[in-house]
């Protein structure tokens, strides 16, 4: 080992300063440079990187493409957001705050997928204790599982050299270490050293490679947002902890398209693919509930029927609450605002509380429309019928504006027994099946909709 040399690194984004400095120039974040040790011989560790040895270049039209077939799992949820299965060689990202069940899902892959060799390696638990969790998930065992709890690198690639295997699991990147570095694990230096030794050695071995990577408070990849840059797909494990489901998002993905989801159920067993999600998001409930309003929304590429509740009452103290779970917050305090000023509701002296049912985020605008419609059905105490819902975007003025793929929610929503849905008026429906038996309201403004509802 060479001169030994500190530096201090931002822990955000990897930038690299010779003095520590507060605030990061490169990512803005604050106090974010730690002092890492970097020995001298580690400027040419990636001498055996896989992606050197092209030293020509080539005509494009005469580089074959890629042949290899992909490895497709029992597991439709996750052979979908990787775009079809795994290709041999790739190096998937798969993000997720802790608790959530990834190492579940990753164990799961290997324990039900017994056609393939998998080594699992642990940096995190001990055999017994996987060995537990195996236990727990009773889907078929297969034999073909190999256990290493170790955290050095070389460690790793000589075991995986050996064994052979046809999959790669490392639970988890801030757990590794590589002893061509003397920082402490979990260091963005580390980080970056350990995955491109693990991408130097699964590429040489054609060897798809699942890496765990925890995420931080702020809901970025801990530490390395530089890992984004090198894997070729990265996957996000999403929900609430307290909740069943779980989808699993891809955020960017060389191997197919980044609107793929998949949803799971985590039950006693493991985590369960949801086949036909559309429906898992409606609680059943009385007809006479106010407050609940159901959004035909897009997540990803895939409809869902997703239930917005809201409850609104006379605030009890001085300032009125205000809150949204799986909601922007301030995007429901804009609506409440177009509701005030647009249709004469006075919502400024009430606490609003907002809630999506299954512990899930959504982010799509076309919500909005439900949301406002929850919202003055538990202002009014008027209930909604369960055979209706909703897809529109409001515009500040109270306009409901046109959302995409319109033909496929309401297809969806038809499918799933609902008799009408109230869209914009705007929307492009020439491609929508004009056998359709599902009554259209089509709206321009929100008062519309709300005078078709409770007057
Ligand atoms: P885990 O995979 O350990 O999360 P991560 O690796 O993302 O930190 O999942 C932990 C949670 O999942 C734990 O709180 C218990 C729950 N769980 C189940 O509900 N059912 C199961 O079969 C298993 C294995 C875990
Ligand atoms: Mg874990």
Redesign the pocket.
């Known amino acids: 080992m060479g001169k030994k040399k500190t530096t201090f690194v931002c822990q955000n984004c990897g930038n690299q300063s010779a003095k520590w400095l507060g605030k990061c120039p490169q990512c803005s974040a604050w106090n974010s440079f730690v002092e890492e040790i970097v020995s001298i011989s580690s400027s040419n560790a990636h001498s055996d990187h896989p992606l050197r040895t092209t030293k020509k270049a080539k005509i494009l039209s005469e580089v074959q493409p890629l042949t290899q077939k992909r490895l497709i799992f029992n597991d439709p949820e996750l052979n979908r957001v990787l775009g079809g299965g795994a290709i041999p060689g790739s190096l998937i990202l798969f993000g997720?705050?802790?608790?959530?069940?990834?190492?579940?899902?990753m164990l799961q892959l290997a324990i039900s997928n017994p056609q393939f060799k998998v080594l699992y390696v642990s940096g995190e638990e001990s055999d017994e204790q996987i060995k537990t969790?195996a236990d727990?998930?009773n889907n078929i065992t297969s034999e073909n599982i190999f256990i290493l709890t170790e955290t050095d690198t070389t460690i790793i690639r000589k075991t995986a050299e050996n064994i052979n295997p046809d999959i790669l699991i490392i639970?988890s990147i801030q757990t590794l270490h590589s002893d061509k570095l003397d920082s402490a694990p979990g260091t963005v230096s580390q980080i970056r050293e350990c995955t491109f030794e693990i991408l130097a050695f699964s590429k040489s071995l054609s060897l798809p490679t699942f890496i765990?990577g925890h995420i931080n408070k702020e809901g970025s990849l801990a530490g390395p947002k530089v890992l984004e840059h090198m894997v070729d797909t990265v996957l996000q494990?999403e929900g609430d902890?307290n909740h069943f489901y779980r989808i699993v998002r891809s955020i960017k993905n060389r191997f197919g398209s980044t609107n793929e989801l998949g949803i799971y159920e985590?039950?006693?067993?493991?985590l369960q693919p949801v086949i036909d999600p559309s429906k898992i998001l409606i609680s059943a409930r009385e007809e006479h509930l106010s407050g609940i309003a159901i959004t035909a929304n897009l997540e990803g590429v895939r409809p869902l029927m997703i239930e917005t509740q809201a409850l609104v009452s006379r605030a009890a103290y001085g300032t009125p609450q205000r809150s949204a779970t799986g909601f922007d917050a301030r995007r429901m305090n804009m609506l409440l605002a177009v509701l005030e000023k647009k249709c004469g509701f006075k919502v400024g002296l009430e606490d609003v509380f907002l809630n999506i049912t299954g512990g899930i985020k959504i982010e799509d605008p076309a919500s909005d429309l439900a949301v406002l419609a929850a919202i003055v059905s538990s202002r009014e105490d008027i209930s909604i019928s369960s055979k209706v819902c909703f897809a529109g975007e409001v515009g500040l003025s109270g306009e409901i504006r046109p959302v995409q793929k319109i033909s496929a929610r309401i297809t969806e929503a038809e499918k799933l027994g609902f008799e009408k849905i109230y869209v914009s008026h705007y929307n492009d429906f020439s491609a929508l099946n004009s056998a359709h038996s599902i009554a259209l309201f089509k709206a321009k403004k929100i008062e519309e909709v709300f005078r078709d509802l409770f007057a």
């Open positions: 997720g705050e802790p608790g959530i069940g990834k190492s579940t899902l969790r727990r998930i639970d765990i494990f902890r985590m039950l006693e067993s493991g």
